[in-house]
């Protein structure tokens, strides 16, 4: 998998031959529009070319004629430009996004990065490689805290998977692992992918999946899962752990990841004490330490 940060470098050759196509279509129109600039253009280009020479000869005198001489140029140059109400600046090479300067983040008055809203192409690639093809409507402007009821529950939920994702735990308690638990069709998945989406947009990896399909994940991603900054594990249960070697990979991941600090959270409908008492033994030892997410507090 790719993370955002390697998707936006990635794209910084593109970027950087962009500018340079925008700058010298710049400059031919300016010089379109004003011929006599071109031609000064050209003679400090000779002069300078000229001077090189002169320095290599070590022709000290020829080389302060050339000085003056270009420095009359610039003189006349810059009269030029300003008669013709000229940029002077127009043949530099400048940023296509001014928000983010083309480094793909902007930084917020707290000083927190985000991806720049010029790389909506990079994000969706990147939602599309951590696991959320199939959730592109998925996005946290839609969460709405009354949806099905029960708003303080939701919004609790909302702020605690929020907080488990930057690694915050308010009583300084160490934890890594979450369960996030709730009943059926109360909007689990939705808000478990757009905390996901959310990290990517601050900078950092991130990858959704659901429980039953981490067998047919490829070695190189679940190498990749033990170490990046969050993982949203979904659909997560008890009988899950039993089969297809599921119990051997996630307790692999989750001892890694633990070791690491890094925030991972299971999305489940079973309450925690019902997972710890049925589970792969491996995985119900690492689940007993687990801090909770639920609608009600607990």
């Keep these: ?25 710049n400059v031919r129109r300016v010089y379109r529009q004003c011929p006599e600039l071109k031609e000064i253009d ?3 280009i000779g002069v300078r070319g000229n001077r090189l020479i002169a320095v290599i000869d070590k022709d000290e005198k020829l080389v302060k004629r050339f000085d003056i001489a270009e420095e009359e140029l610039r003189v006349k140059r810059d009269r030029i430009i300003q008669i013709y109400k000229i940029d002077p600046n127009f043949d530099e090479t400048r940023s296509i996004c001014e928000k983010c300067d083309d480094t793909g983040f902007t930084k917020g008055s707290d000083g927190t990065l985000k991806v ?9 690639r990147c939602y599309e490689l951590s696991g959320m093809g199939d959730y592109s409507s998925y996005r946290m402007k839609n969460f709405r805290d009354d949806y099905l009821g029960n708003s303080n529950g939701r919004k609790r939920v909302r702020n605690e998977l929020l907080k488990a994702m930057l690694g915050m735990n308010e009583d300084g308690e160490k934890s890594s692992l ?13 808000l478990a992918v757009c905390v996901c989406k959310t990290a990517i947009n601050l900078g950092k990896s991130a990858y959704y999946v659901k429980c039953e399909d981490l067998p047919n994940l490829g070695s190189d991603t679940l190498e990749d899962l033990k170490r990046i900054d969050f993982l949203v594990i979904d659909d997560f249960a008890d009988s899950v752990t039993l089969f297809n070697n599921v119990g051997s990979i996630l ?23 019902e997972l710890v008492s ?5 995985i119900s030892g690492k689940l007993s330490t687990a801090r909770t997410i639920s609608p009600e507090g607990k």
């Design 116 to 124: 720049c809203s010029c790389r909506r192409n990079e994000l969706e």
């Design 178 to 190: 979450w369960v996030y638990s709730a009943p059926p069709q109360t909007g689990k998945t939705f």
């Design 42 to 44: 050209d003679q400090i």
């Design 251 to 273: 307790n692999t991941l989750l001892e890694i990841r633990t070791a690491g600090k890094l925030p991972t959270v299971l999305v489940t409908p079973f309450p925690k004490a």
């Design 1 to 25: 998998m790719k993370t955002i940060r390697e998707l936006i470098n990635e794209s910084l050759t593109e970027v950087a031959a962009a500018r340079e196509i925008r700058r010298d279509e």
């Design 278 to 282: 049925k589970c792969d033994m491996r």
